[in-house]
């Protein structure tokens, strides 16, 4: 079976940092690009951040440029969010996706053939 797990969420304060993990099961993630994904409650899912196959290209959303930091590491079959400066808008069910094709349609989910189930992160003191 085809699956992809977020993991990492959590409740952390305003300017804390979180690490959310996309771990790939039944399926290699050496030839797929990521995305992650936010939702939060009465608003559309909206692009964060992805990264190529290879890690050698990334893209981010303007509001989390320069706090977010996406890697990947094809032998653990794993991709990273690494999320410092965490605001309280930040809040959300963060989802990772897994896509054959990488290009500046980063950011639309229709491009993504497997999605993980959801981890929420939530930013509150």
């Known amino acids: 079976q085809l699956q992809l797990v977020e993991s990492g969420g959590g409740l952390v304060q305003p300017g804390g940092s979180l690490r959310l993990s996309c771990a790939a099961s039944g399926f290699t993630l050496d030839y797929y690009a990521i995305g992650w994904f936010r939702q939060a409650p009465g608003k559309e899912r909206e692009g964060v951040s992805c990264?190529?196959?290879?890690?050698?290209?990334?893209n981010y959303a303007d509001s989390v440029k320069g706090r977010f930091t996406i890697s990947r590491d094809n032998a653990k079959n794993t991709v990273y969010l690494q999320m410092n400066s965490l605001k309280p808008e930040d809040t959300a069910v963060y989802y990772c996706a897994a896509s054959q094709v990488y290009g500046s349609a980063c950011f639309w989910p229709g491009l993504y053939d497997y999605w993980g189930q959801g981890t929420q992160v939530t930013v509150s003191s």
């Open positions: 990264i190529s196959s290879t890690g050698g290209s990334t």
